[in-house]
C-alpha cells in the first residue's frame, strides 16, 4: 500500500509517501505561507504518486463533523489567509483517493497508538508542549471527537502561589496553555526555555502545571499511555518531574500499576520520535 | 426481548425486568447489608424471570478489564464486606445469559444515550451530584473505560478565594468530590444541602466549582451533551448557576451553538429522570 501523509501545521506542512507499516520513503517540507502558494506545492508533491489514501493531521481549529457543510475546513484560525480554509475539499479536488482528516494531535495519537509508544493498547494520549499546548487521545480504539473536538490545553490548572504571571491565554489568562505553553516560560522568566536549561526552578514550576492536567486527564480519560512531546520536552528534565508531581497529586488514589510501580513506562516521549506528527497521518491515511 | 437490570449501590440494589425499548415492568428494592444477604435476594429475585441478558451498573471501583482475574469484582471499597467481591461471578453461577458489566455511572450515561436525554448522540456525559460525585461518558458511540475507569468525579478545582473549607476527600483534600458532594456541603454550611435551599450563596459557591468541573469535561471529551443528576441536583436552581458559570469560563473559545446559544439544553437534568441509572442496567443488558 502507498499511502500520502500530510502533517499541516502553521509554520510548515510536511508531506510524505509511506507504507502500512508506518515507515516514511519520501517526504518534503513546504513553508506554510498563503493556501494557494502552499497547497500549490503540496499538490505538486503528490501528484504522479498514485498513492492509494491520504491522511492529514491538520492545526486547526478544524471542522471534523461530516454531516457539517463546513467538513473539513480549517475554522476560526488567527493564522492569516486560513481561516475558513477548505483544506479537505482543496486536496479532493486534486486526488481521487479516500482521504482521512483530523486534528494534527488526534492523528500523532493515533499514529503512536498504531506503531508507537502505545501499540497494541487500545487507549492513550498525545500532548504536545510548544507554542501551545495540544492533546489527542485514542479511546476505546477510536480517536475522540464529540461535539467539536478536544481542546485540552485550554483545561484550568491552579496557580502556583508563588507564581505571579498573569497567564497568556487571550481567552483564559492562566488556563494550561497560558501557564505552560512555550511562550508562557519565555515571558515569566524573560528568555526562551532552551535558554533555561540549567535553572531547575523554570522546571520545577512547568512540571508543576503539566502534572495538574495529566491528573485531570487520568481521571477523565484513564489513559494506557500517556505521551508527551513537543519542543519544550525537549527538555528531558522535565520527564522525572512531571511524573513525581503527577504521583503525588493523584495520592494513590488511582490503584494501578502503571501509576503506582511503572511510571516512568507511563509518562513517555513519543515513540516514533519527531515522526510522531507525519506517521499520525500516515496512520489516518491507512485508517481510510 | 426480556432483559434483566441491576442498579447496584452502596445503600441499596434496584433490580428491574424490563424490554429492549427501556420499558420496566418491574422493580424491586433490596437493602445493600452484606453480600450473602443482598446477593441471595437479587437472585431470588431473578429466578424463573426467564431474562435474555441482564445488565449490572455497579458501584466501584470495579474491575473492568476483560483480560483480569479480577474482572467483574468490586474492588478496594471501603464498603464493609463487598471489597474484593466476585459480584460478576456470583451472577454467573446462577444465571447462564450474557452478563454486562460496567460502573452505575457508565450505565446511566450509556441509558441516557439510548433512550434519555442524550438519544441519537454518539457521545454524552452524565455526572451524578450526591454522596459522592460520579462521572460516565460516552464517546464515538462508546463507553469509556480505559486503564481503569475514570474517576471524574476527583478533578481538581480551583477553590474559590472566599471559601475556607478544607475539602473532605480523604485522598485529594480539596478535589471537586472534596469540595461539592453533598458531605462537603453539609460540613461547609453545618446543615444538608436540602435545609439550604433558599441560601443563595451555598448554590453560586456550589455551581462555581461544578462549572469547573464540566470545563474542564467539555475542554477533554467534547460530549455533545452533559447530563447532572443525583441528590445535590434536585435544587433545580442550580442549573442556571452551573450554565452561567460554564459559559463565563470557557470565555467564547468554544465556538459551538451549544454553548453560544443552546447551553439551556446542553447541560440537562437526566431525560429518564431517576430511572437513568436502572434504564442505564437495561441498556447494558441490550447491549450484550
Chains 1, 2 share one sequence.
Not at 68 to 78: A, E, L, N, R, V
Not at 113 to 128: F, I, N, P, Q, R
Not at 159 to 186: N, T, V, W
Request: with cysteine.
Amino acid at each position: 500500500m502507498r499511502l500520502g501523509a500530510i502533517e499541516a501545521g502553521g509554520t510548515k506542512f510536511i508531506c510524505g509517501i509511506g507504507n502500512e507499516h508506518g515507515e516514511v520513503i519520501e517526504r518534503i517540507s513546504i513553508q506554510t505561507t498563503t493556501p494557494d502558494e502552499t497547497m500549490g506545492q503540496v499538490i505538486d508533491f503528490f501528484k504522479n504518486k498514485e498513492v492509494d489514501a491520504i491522511g492529514v493531521g491538520s492545526f486547526g481549529p478544524v471542522d471534523l463533523d461530516v454531516s457539517s457543510s463546513t467538513y473539513g475546513f480549517i475554522t476560526s484560525t488567527p493564522k492569516k489567509y486560513w481561516n475558513q480554509f477548505d483544506l479537505l475539499g482543496e486536496l479532493k479536488k486534486h486526488f481521487d483517493v479516500p482521504i482521512g482528516f483530523d486534528t494534527d494531535v488526534n492523528a500523532a495519537a493515533l499514529g503512536e497508538s498504531v506503531w508507537g509508544a502505545a501499540k497494541g493498547l487500545d487507549s492513550c494520549l498525545y500532548m504536545t508542549v510548544g507554542t501551545g499546548i495540544g492533546v489527542g487521545a485514542v479511546a476505546e480504539g477510536k480517536l475522540i471527537h464529540g461535539m467539536l473536538h478536544p481542546e485540552m490545553g485550554h483545561i484550568l490548572v491552579r496557580r502556583h502561589e508563588k507564581d505571579a504571571y498573569q497567564g497568556s491565554c487571550p481567552f483564559h489568562g492562566d488556563c494550561l496553555e497560558g501557564m505552560a505553553a512555550g511562550p508562557a516560560i519565555e515571558a515569566r522568566w524573560g528568555r526562551k526555555g532552551v535558554d533555561l536549561a540549567a535553572n531547575s526552578g523554570v522546571w520545577e514550576l512547568e512540571a508543576y502545571y503539566l502534572a495538574q492536567a495529566l491528573v485531570n486527564y487520568i481521571l477523565v480519560l484513564s489513559p494506557q499511555k500517556i505521551i508527551i512531546g513537543g519542543g519544550v520536552m525537549k527538555q528531558e528534565q522535565l520527564f522525572p518531574l512531571v511524573r513525581k508531581h503527577t504521583v503525588k497529586l493523584l495520592n494513590g488514589y488511582i490503584q494501578h500499576e502503571n501509576i503506582l510501580k511503572n511510571i516512568d513506562h507511563y509518562i513517555v516521549p513519543p515513540g516514533l520520535g519527531d515522526n510522531a506528527g507525519l506517521c499520525g497521518a500516515l496512520a489516518l491515511a491507512k485508517g481510510c
